[in-house]
């Protein structure tokens, strides 16, 4: 009975101390101007989620790589696209 109680409470504490799975940016790595006009404001509320859930936190530099990326795709999609698609 005793090492169940250790076994279960050796899970329960794992199973907590996981970090939450990152998200990728859901873009193809070029720019698509047939659906720029969506991809922008859905990659800027990805940038306001992810802030938001770190907020209080240190940034690490996957932190930092993972912002900076969706700041480069957007940027390909403002930059390659014509104003007619954004």
Known sequence: MKKLIVVISVVMVGCATQPPPKTE??????????????????????IA???????GLKPTDEDRKYIGRIKNIIWSLRSTCPAGYL
């Open 49 to 55: 989620v992810y802030q938001t859930s770190r907020q």
């Open 25 to 46: 940016p859901m873009v193809s790595s070029t720019p698509n101007c047939v659906t720029a006009r969506t991809q922008i404001p859905y990659l800027e509320q990805q």
